[in-house]
């Protein structure tokens, strides 16, 4: 089995700065992409920004530029670095990764349990 584990939600202001963790663990032969998706109260879960095994990183339009996806791939971890947070931020975050857990597997989609992040005043 394959889990993945967030970290780092939490309450902050406008304007401000929070940093979330994933960690992929158990019966791990090769991840290749791995994402940040987030979904708010009444709406379709949507991606954020995902980064593959080598790097390349791709980004929703709504934050570009504010939003940095990074890869440890040593420790299966994905981090996003979220600043210049807005109220429109506010959604539960997931944690995505495509996992093959033994040779020639297809790589299957795996979740985290996901973390609360509230852009508030």
């Known amino acids: 089995q394959v889990q993945l584990v967030e970290s780092g939600g939490g309450l902050v202001q406008p304007g401000g700065s929070l940093r979330l963790s994933c960690a992929a663990s158990?019966?791990?032969?090769?991840?290749?992409?791995m994402g940040w998706y987030r979904q708010a109260p009444g709406k379709q879960r949507d991606l954020v920004a995902a980064i593959t095994s080598g790097g390349n990183t791709n980004y929703a339009d709504s934050v570009e530029g504010r939003f940095t996806i990074s890869r440890d791939n040593a420790k299966n971890t994905i981090y996003l670095e979220m600043n210049s947070l807005k109220p429109e931020d506010t959604a539960v975050y997931y944690c995505n990764a495509g996992v093959s857990t033994r040779r020639f597997e297809v790589p299957r989609d795996y979740w985290g349990q996901g973390t609360q992040v509230t852009v508030s005043s």
């Open positions: 158990g019966s791990i032969y090769r991840i290749t992409n």
